[in-house]
């Protein structure tokens, strides 16, 4: 796997000429927080959306805190020299911030959910609220359509 991602990052700088490891680590990290960004919007999206139910705003802020625990700890997993700027190198830095802006890029696809809706007639859409119809009725709740067709009788 180590092998892979510096292959990965020899493979990025060469198609930079010219860049020092200072430049970019500071483009990976710029990379990274935007991505962290358009997550914290769409995060502070869902929770204005739902802020009239407050069991799924208590369950999505859950659902955040844990997420942000699993990013920190798969990240010490893939990188879990006690210096890890030493043990991997100057790459470090890119190779760090590139797995938390593909990770974060993740969690915002997974939070779009939310924001963008879920098809009319989805019966797994849980908390998610229709893209038609979707009610905008302060502290209205859509629920799954949960009908059994002949097809799976």
């Known amino acids: 796997m180590r092998v892979r991602l510096v292959f990965a990052v020899v493979l990025f700088c060469l198609r ?7 430049q970019l680590n500071e483009n990976a990290r710029g990379e990274y927080q935007r991505a962290d960004q358009e997550l914290n ?9 739902y802020r009239d139910d407050a069991a799924f705003v208590q369950k999505i802020r859950a659902a955040q805190r844990a ?6 700890a798969h990240v010490q997993a893939l990188f879990p020299a006690a210096d890890p700027g030493h043990e991997y190198g100057s790459v470090y830095p890119v190779c760090r911030f590139q797995v938390l802006k593909q990770l974060t890029a993740e969690r915002a696809k997974q939070l779009r959910l939310w ?3 879920s098809d009319e ?8 609220r229709p893209k038609v119809g979707r009610s905008n009725r302060p ?8 009908s059994v067709s ?3 009788r």
């Open 41 to 49: 919007g769409l995060y502070s999206q869902i929770l204005k959306q």
């Open 115 to 117: 924001t963008d809706g």
């Open 150 to 152: 002949a097809s799976t």
């Open 16 to 22: 930079l000429p010219g860049q020092t490891q200072l």
């Open 67 to 72: 997420w942000i625990a699993f990013r920190d």
């Open 139 to 146: 502290g209205s709740v859509q629920r799954p359509n949960c």
């Open 121 to 128: 007639g989805d019966t797994c859409n849980g908390s998610r």
